[in-house]
């Protein structure tokens, strides 16, 4: 019969060399108002999974549709801003 042993050393917590990059960190925070507006959406979703729609309930989600997609605009462009090399044509 062979046994299983759990390795402690490589289930141990994390070490001196595993946090978060200062460029991970700003990526996360450029990131943030597009999850925040899913956040919404979501929450607008999940209300209608007991009940019916009303017409307050459609207004609420595709207003949180529309701050998701604004927010990915946002951030599309931030992001395509910051890629263009100077001299580019703006």
């Known amino acids: 019969m062979k046994h ?3 390795l402690q050393n490589l289930a141990a917590p994390w070490s ?4 978060p990059t200062d460029a991970e960190l700003n990526a996360i ?3 943030m108002p597009v ?15 007991d009940r019916p729609a009303s017409e307050f309930d ?22 395509a801003a910051g890629a ?3 001299g580019d044509a703006a």
Do not use: M, P
């Open 35 to 49: 999850v925040l507006a899913e956040v919404e959406l979501l929450d607008a979703l999940i209300v209608l999974l």
């Open 16 to 19: 001196d060399g595993l946090e």
């Open 4 to 6: 299983i042993i759990a």
């Open 58 to 79: 459609g207004r609420r989600i595709r207003r949180a549709h529309h701050r998701v997609l604004a927010a990915r605009r946002d951030a599309a462009n931030r992001a």
């Open 84 to 86: 263009q090399v100077s």
């Open 29 to 31: 925070e450029a990131e």
